[in-house]
């Protein structure tokens, strides 16, 4: 088979968009309802996607938008999903900074169970002080702890998936044994962070391990990314950047000695697809005359770590400072830059320019027009696939799989059906055999 892209849909109120939940007949009544979600998972799986990936984070977003963040708690969420899919892969985000691995481990290890092998999880090290002071903390700890931190809690969960393979169960009443005790053992992990005993009281999954993606952007990020990662989700705004990424997480990968296409590299895409062109810009246009400046401000700010309200808005944005001063979340700031220093915005430009996916790259056109670029980012080494960040949900979603899916399709870039049963299969990766060791 030739290589084909993936496709993953970012889950997320009722829309990217900050003005989605704004429309006539927004969604937003129905985001703490778990049917809602089911039947945006299940749009997605009838165009085939990969996975469903749901973001979070441990705090109300600073009350922007309409304070609409995160509502359902992702891995809860996803597991209810599960029920109500049969192929799609369930990708829940979960924090090393302010959750333990063997809890971690044991909720992801029993998703994979009650799905079928369709688990994955995204790891992430937190944003915002916020969120932090939810757990007992004043602050976040400094990115590079919270990083070492993360190297140690992958190890540790992998450890932990490994522990207790399925291969131990054997059921012989005849001789009273149900498991062969031989192949389970203890970890005995002690390390900066963490201490763990092991072995997790449950058996591995229908997939050996569940999936890992990451989404860090850092040094340290790209780091942990490609050396853990089977997927990562990144950020990037135009085609270059995307290749400059892409070219750089396979080199990393490559001195950790992954596998070949390992790990998949899925930018963010935030799509507005009409009948014509005009038609996308139109519906495009619709959602930008909606959205409320303030909290576009307040986003801008959190993003940038700084005051914004003082910015003419109808001026050029004043030029940043450098990434190495800036203490937050760097891929996100990077991205913001990059947008600023390349295409010289006025304030206002900027903020419709971040309205749906901050920063995520957009495409505004026919399906042709949208198919055409994402074959473009996919053929020049851009992209392994997409993670699809529909403006408004349902329909943004149900457009993209009713219009530019079938031609994706037709020209051999995307699955007809599902040929697998597992999130493993849907990514055409290896069941792992060999042990991570943190000195890889």
Known sequence: MSRQMHLGALLFSSGHHGAAWRRSGSTVSQVGQIDYFEKLAQLAEGGKFDTIFFADGQSIMGGYYGGVSYFLEPITCVTAMARKTHHIGLVPT?????????????????????????????????????????????????????????????????????????????????????????????????????????????????????????????????????????????????????????????????????????????????????????EAQRRQSELDELLPLDDSVAQLGDFLGQDVKRWDLDAPVPELPDISEFSGPKGRYEVIKRIIDTEKPTARQLFQRLAAGGGHATVVGSPEEVADMMQNWFESGAADGFNIMAPTYPESLADFIHYVVPILQKRGLFRKDYTGHTLRDNLVLPVPTAKITRGD
């Open 94 to 278: 979960i924090s090393s900074t302010l959750y333990d691995p063997y809890n971690m481990a044991r909720l992801i290890c029993s998703l994979d169970h009650i799905s079928h092998g369709r688990a994955g999880v995204n790891v992430i090290t937190s944003m915002f002080d916020e969120e932090a002071q939810n757990h007992g903390l004043s602050k976040l700890p400094n990115h590079a702890d919270r990083y070492l931190r993360a190297d140690e809690f992958i190890h540790t969960m992998i450890e932990l998936w490994d522990s207790f393979p399925a291969s131990a169960i054997i059921n012989d009443a005849e001789h009273d044994r149900w498991l062969d005790s031989s192949l389970i053992h203890e970890i005995n992990h002690h390390g900066d962070f963490f201490d763990v005993k092991g072995p997790l009281n449950i058996p591995s999954g229908p997939q050996g391990r569940p999936v890992i993606f990451q989404a860090g952007a850092s040094h340290q990020g790209k780091n942990l990314g490609a050396k853990y990662a089977e997927a990562i989700y990144s950020v990037a705004w135009d085609i270059r950047e995307s290749q400059a990424y892409y070219q750089d997480i396979k080199k990393r990968a490559a001195e950790f000695k992954r596998s070949s296409g390992i790990p998949a590299i899925l930018p963010g895409l935030v799509p507005y697809v009409g009948s014509t062109h005009e």
